[in-house]
């Protein structure tokens, strides 16, 4: 499969994982490695990054992934841009997924302070990774700021409901220069196949992988469903049609005289 590309990196790998809400590390650890993923992000508040005796830490190949801290748990600009900085700070590299999500029942992404946020963490050097809503014009205005993708949801964090944005989503994708991964709402193989088969660049999962009885076998049948969305969209689906149209010839048969 062709590569994913962001901030000039290359990645073999079109699907990135979350690493919380697991039964226990061993289980994520396992995920991890089915899925393929070479991104995996690590809320800043749950672990002790100046500490690599950290227990979570200690599950996460270094050298194999791409350790993605995230500002999850922000509630305005001001904390986002403090535990970017406390990640740089314990010898993260400049790769911050940013969370700014005030409101406690549905996890969205406040806009405003994500812009602003943004803008901050860019000047200092940060290659940011915006969570957002799928909002067309905020996507126009993170990329004008210098955001290296754009991560509509795709439903609110944890709900496991698929493309409910799909109409914005496309939009989105239409009008971006930069990768577009869908990020939050995934809850089967098949929405994340139907992600990628529009157009989008990536996609991020994680309670579907930790809600399962199977992390690992969840783990390789969104690699599979990541991959398979990804071809269909390099080969380009055929168009769909109102009126039947046969898929072999109504006429010639051999019964006829």
């Avoid at 549905?106 to 915006?130: C, R």
Wanted: aromatic share 4%; with cysteine.
């Amino acid at each position: 499969m062709d590569s994913l590309v962001i901030a000039g990196r290359h990645f073999n790998s079109r699907l990135m994982v979350g690493t919380g809400k697991f039964s226990s590390h061993s289980a994520m650890q396992s995920a991890m490695g089915a899925s393929g993923c070479e991104i995996v992000t690590v809320a800043l508040r749950r672990v002790d990054i100046n500490n690599p005796g950290d227990n979570m830490l200690q599950h996460i190949d270094r050298e194999r992934y791409l350790l993605l801290p995230n500002t999850s748990g922000a509630r305005d600009a001001e904390e986002a841009v403090r535990l970017a900085r406390l990640a740089r700070a314990a010898g993260c590299e400049p790769w911050i997924k940013l969370e700014v999500t005030p409101d406690p029942y549905y996890l969205l992404p406040d806009p405003i302070e994500t812009l602003k946020a943004a803008i901050i963490l860019i000047k200092e050097g940060f290659n940011v990774l915006p969570y957002m809503p799928a909002d067309p014009v905020l996507a126009r205005r993170l990329e004008e700021a210098g955001t290296v993708t754009l991560m509509p949801l795709g439903a609110p964090i944890g709900t496991n409901r698929g493309l409910r944005t799909r109409d914005l989503i496309a939009i989105i994708i239409e009008q971006a220069n930069i990768p577009v991964v869908v990020d939050a709402g995934l809850g089967a193989p098949s929405h994340a196949a139907e992600a990628m088969e529009m157009g989008a660049d990536a996609v991020l999962v994680n309670t579907a992988l930790a809600d399962t009885a199977n992390p690992t076998l969840m783990g390789e049948a969104f690699k599979k469903g990541v991959e398979a969305g990804r071809l269909a969209y390099l080969a380009g689906l055929g168009p769909q049609r109102v009126k039947a149209q046969a898929s072999s010839p109504l006429t010639g048969f051999l019964r006829e005289e």
